[in-house]
């Protein structure tokens, strides 16, 4: 009964999103406000359509009723609740709804948040919101149902796989969905926009919130995946170079750079046939990424779907949005005349080469990514791309992009001077030069590379500082003058600088656990011993106990440096006997200056147990690094450029009654 | 800008779609043709490490065996290894494993965290082998007869149903050839 509510709230759904998408064009067409009515209550109606049927899939999950295929397929009476709950969208249809979900919600935020914006902008996006909605519900509906039944219902479900049951991975797919659909708010303003054939600097201010919220959610959703990745796959590894990260990063990559020329475009007004290209290619990239991950054209982890029959329907979908868009994209974009001018010593100059930089790494993983497609596609041979393929590639041009950063947030707008700026920047540049020859002598392992790594980071972190000082002219007018002028400096300032900071902290993080890492692993007895970089881990004993849906195998080890007590950690097995499958907890004992990190293994009779310890050096300051460009975005959200656009808003508010 | 140029990411697009269908209509687990009944490469592979021996051509040599290509760094050899776990308790037919793009120590630290199916297994560090093989991804499989030849390929996790449906009966028919 309840599968069959959802059911009918989805296809119901369906129906509205199409309605809306045709009404609102044909009412773009002649001009009608009742049009305009609807495009906005019918898209509080989707929402609540689709929430309805989510609700329901959650409580068949809840309840445990196998006679539905995909909660006997993944869920078990054993299971926690909250990973019964989780184990909704830790399958194909079920993350397909939460997709759907989340896109439906960012159209009802949109309707009921967006204000002041022109009528025929606002329903044009609505209906192009609609037409991607309808797509997707087709998708669900046809090939992917999350409601079939299934007969006889079974006696007990196949569970769901133990890698997946963790907190991280319950939170990790709702925030990447919402960064990923968050942006396709901002591909339907662009299209909107591209059937206006106008766009300008109000489009931009209109645009900005929608397009931080899509990027702060995706920063979220990529740092909780790789800490899921660090603590649950028991060997410390945060990024792999897998498809389906890429897939999450392409479109970070072309998020940021969308987020920096809608800068330009609002300040200047220029850029705007580029902008709008980037808006077009992040969500179109978003598309591709869970799209192509899940349709057997490239295997992963993350392949919930292989299946041919869905991937001849996701390839119309994106012939449909994408080739739709980029079409009306090559008619239209010459209309897009930007009034704005640059010399090429600028703040838009330097930003319009960090786009340069970050498309050109977009497109760069792009490559790695689909390139083993391309290959076996036209010829017999297989290849593979690995870590080795972007560390030669990819780091070097993020280096040289980050090196930009200073640079471009000092200088002016229109037109810029490198004179005052060189001077500004010089001690940075003292001290980045000194990190890097103290980070060589010290290291004991990668020199070079972290010498780089680390020199760059001081570079970011010490030049933002500078930018900072000089904005609030620290030391140089009282300090109370410089109080009044940071609270005066805009919320977009703030959050620029959070942001590059969290980049500083990112690189020398990542320099850590990359170049400076260290590991050993040995069989140990119970008060047997073993040293790592001065560390000494001694096995205090072995304990197996049952638990509600796992058999636990935990070791307790006894920690000292130098002499020194330092506590006991726990490392863990997991075995799951309803999927024979073995997990590892790994024990963590997470500092500032680094992580060291140990897993046990399996006990060999005579030997022992294998016991391997990581040091993680800085691995904290990813996750550090990470909330801070997080937390960058949010602050920019509250920029004040958003009253100014209410300030015009009665004569749009006009329009919209009459 | 030119009129042309709005059209490129059009173009670059169309380009791209071909390509995503092509690539859909080919099955991702089907052999490149030319592999097929061919002989494996001829490969001498060094051990993982406390391992006395790695993996030769002439270790398969006059039995039906499967060959697990895996990695400690892939996560999706994590979730297989409980299914090539229970293969080789079955005792139907010998694994050996090819570790792929790895350390020596840390294919050994696997096989001791996870359980080790396999009869032997090399190391492939450089991926010569690999590439050999025409390798897309790990894990991937291959199933060899009594002559050293390959005969099937498999693409991805072996689940349960690949298992029951496609390689036991596969491996029974080899058998009895």
């Given at each position: 009964m309840?599968?069959?509510?959802g ?10 999103a199409l309605?809306q ?9 002649v ?11 019918g898209a ?6 689709v929430?309805t049927?989510?609700?329901?899939l959650t409580?068949l ?18 299971k ?29 935020a949109?309707?009921?948040f ?6 025929r ?13 309808a ?16 007969w ?12 997946l049951?963790?907190p991280?991975l ?5 925030m ?12 339907s303003?662009?299209v ?62 072309a998020g940021?750079?969308?987020i920096?020329?809608?800068r330009?475009?609002e300040?200047?007004?220029t ?13 179109s ?10 349709s057997?054209?490239i ?11 869905r ?13 739709g868009?980029?079409?009306l ?7 897009l005349k930007?009034?704005g001018?640059f010399?090429e010593?600028s703040?838009?100059s ?18 790695g990514?689909f390139y ?5 596609t ?9 870590a080795?393929f972007?560390?030669a ?8 992009l ?9 200088l002016?707008?229109k037109?810029g ?6 001077r500004?920047l010089t ?8 990190a890097g020859l ?7 392992r990668?020199?070079?590379?972290g010498a ?8 970011v972190?010490?030049g ?12 140089e007018?009282?300090l109370?003058?410089?109080?009044a ?8 300032i703030?959050?620029?600088i959070?942001?590059?900071?969290g ?7 990542v320099?850590g656990?990359?170049a ?14 073993m040293e790592?970089?001065g560390y000494?881990?001694?096995l ?19 920690i000292?440096?130098?002499g ?11 075995f ?10 790994s024990?963590?004992?997470a ?7 140990v897993?046990?293994g ?21 996750w ?5 460009l ?10 004040r ?8 808003a009665?004569?749009?508010?006009d329009?919209?009654l009459? | 800008m ?7 990411p059009?173009?670059?697009?169309a380009?791209?779609?071909v ?13 490149p ?7 494996l ?7 993982v490490?406390?391992?006395e ?12 065996s499967?060959?697990?290509v895996?990695?400690?760094?892939c996560p999706?050899?994590?979730i ?15 694994i ?9 120590e840390?294919?050994?630290?696997w096989?001791e965290?996870?359980g080790n199916?396999?009869t032997a297994?090399?190391?492939?560090p450089d ?9 897309t991804?790990a894990?991937?499989s291959f199933?060899i007869d009594?002559?050293g ?6 693409v991805?996790?072996?689940?349960d149903?690949d298992?029951?449906?496609?390689l ?6 080899l058998?009895?050839e």
């Amino acid at each position: 009964m309840i599968a069959e509510l959802g059911q009918a709230a989805l296809i119901l759904a369906f129906v509205v999103a199409l309605l809306q998408a045709v009404l609102g064009f044909a009412g773009v067409a002649v001009r009608d406000p009742v049009f305009h009515r609807f495009a906005r209550s019918g898209a509080l109606v989707q929402f609540v359509l689709v929430a309805t049927a989510f609700a329901c899939l959650t409580a068949l999950f809840a309840v445990s009723d196998f006679s539905v295929l995909v909660v006997a397929q993944n869920s078990h009476t054993l299971k926690p609740l909250i990973y019964k709950l989780s184990g909704v969208w830790g399958n194909h249809e079920g993350s397909m709804l939460l997709w759907a979900l989340i896109l439906t919600r960012s159209d009802a935020a949109l309707s009921l948040f967006a204000r002041h914006v022109a009528p025929r902008l606002i329903t044009l996006t609505f209906s192009v919101q609609s037409l991607v909605t309808a797509a997707f519900l087709a998708f669900l509906i046809f090939t992917s149902n999350p409601f079939a039944r299934l007969w006889p219902a079974p006696l007990d479900g196949a569970d769901l796989n133990p890698l997946l049951q963790d907190p991280g991975l319950a939170t990790h797919p709702p925030m990447l969905y919402a960064g990923y659909v968050g942006f396709s708010i901002t591909f339907s303003f662009a299209v909107a926009a591209l059937i206006e054939g106008r766009v300008d600097a109000r489009w931009a201010r209109i645009v900005r919130p929608w397009a931080l919220t899509a990027w702060t959610f995706l920063t979220i959703g990529i740092a909780l995946g790789a800490s899921w990745a660090y603590y649950e796959l028991g060997w410390g590894g945060w990024w792999a170079w897998d498809p389906v990260e890429n897939a999450s990063l392409m479109p970070w990559l072309a998020g940021t750079a969308f987020i920096h020329s809608l800068r330009v475009m609002e300040k200047r007004d220029t850029l705007k046939a580029w902008t709008i290209l980037l808006a077009l290619v992040t969500f179109s990239l978003s598309l591709v990424g869970t799209f192509l991950v899940r349709s057997g054209v490239i295997t992963s982890v993350h392949a919930f779907a292989v299946d041919p029959q869905r991937g001849v329907f996701i390839l119309g979908i994106l012939l449909l949005v994408i080739g739709g868009s980029l079409a009306l994209y090559g008619l239209r974009a010459g209309h897009l005349k930007p009034t704005g001018v640059f010399a090429e010593v600028s703040r838009e100059s330097t930003l319009l080469v960090n786009n340069l930089f970050l498309a050109a790494a977009c497109a760069l993983v792009f490559f790695g990514t689909f390139y083993p497609l391309f290959i076996t596609t036209v010829s017999d041979e297989t290849i593979s791309i690995g870590a080795p393929f972007y560390h030669a590639t990819f780091i070097p041009m993020m280096a040289v992009l980050f090196l930009l950063i200073p640079v471009s947030a000092m200088l002016a707008w229109k037109r810029g001077k490198l004179g005052p700026v060189a001077r500004k920047l010089t001690p940075a540049f003292i001290a980045a030069i000194a990190a890097g020859l103290i980070a060589l002598w010290v290291a004991e392992r990668e020199a070079v590379a972290g010498a780089i790594g680390t020199a760059l980071a001081v570079w970011v972190g010490l030049g933002v500082l500078l930018d900072l000082k000089s904005r609030l002219k620290l030391f140089e007018i009282d300090l109370s003058a410089s109080w009044a002028r940071a609270k005066r400096l805009p919320a977009a300032i703030w959050g620029m600088i959070v942001a590059h900071l969290g980049i500083a902290v990112l690189i020398f993080a990542v320099t850590g656990v990359s170049a400076w890492k260290d590991e050993a692993s040995a069989f140990l007895m119970p008060g047997q011993s073993m040293e790592l970089d001065g560390y000494v881990i001694e096995l205090v004993g072995v304990e197996r106990s049952d638990r509600e849906n796992f058999v636990s195998q935990a070791g307790t080890l006894a920690i000292s440096r130098d002499g020194r007590e330092l506590g006991e950690m726990v490392a863990e097995r997991r075995f799951y006997p309803v999927r024979e499958m073995a997990t590892t907890e790994s024990a963590i004992r997470a500092r500032l200056d680094g992580d060291l990190y140990v897993t046990i293994g399996e006990g060999v009779e005579g030997r022992g147990w294998v016991v391997h310890a990581y040091i993680y050096p800085l691995a904290v300051w990813l996750w550090i690094g990470a909330a801070l460009l997080a937390l960058g975005g949010l602050l920019a959200l509250g920029d004040r450029g958003r009253r100014a656009l209410s300030a015009r808003a009665p004569a749009a508010r006009d329009v919209e009654l009459g | 800008m030119g009129r042309w140029l709005a059209f490129m990411p059009l173009v670059l697009f169309a380009v791209l779609a071909v390509y995503f269908g092509m690539g859909l209509r080919e099955d991702p687990g089907a052999i490149p043709s030319q592999l097929i009944d061919e002989p494996l490469p001829a490969f001498e592979l060094a051990p993982v490490a406390g391992a006395e021996a790695g993996l030769a051509n002439a270790d398969l040599a006059g039995q039906v065996s499967l060959l697990n290509v895996f990695g400690s760094w892939c996560p999706p050899c994590a979730i297989e290894h409980p299914m090539l776990m229970q293969i080789a308790r079955s005792g139907v037919v010998p694994i050996y494993g090819i570790d792929w793009r790895d350390t020596p120590e840390a294919g050994a630290a696997w096989l001791e965290r996870h359980g080790n199916p396999y009869t032997a297994v090399g190391l492939d560090p450089d991926s010569h082998l690999a590439i050999d093989l025409g390798i897309t991804g790990a894990p991937e499989s291959f199933l060899i007869d009594r002559d050293g030849r390959v005969r099937y390929r498999h693409v991805g996790i072996i689940t349960d149903t690949d298992w029951t449906q496609t390689l036991l009966p596969l491996i029974r028919e080899l058998k009895a050839e």
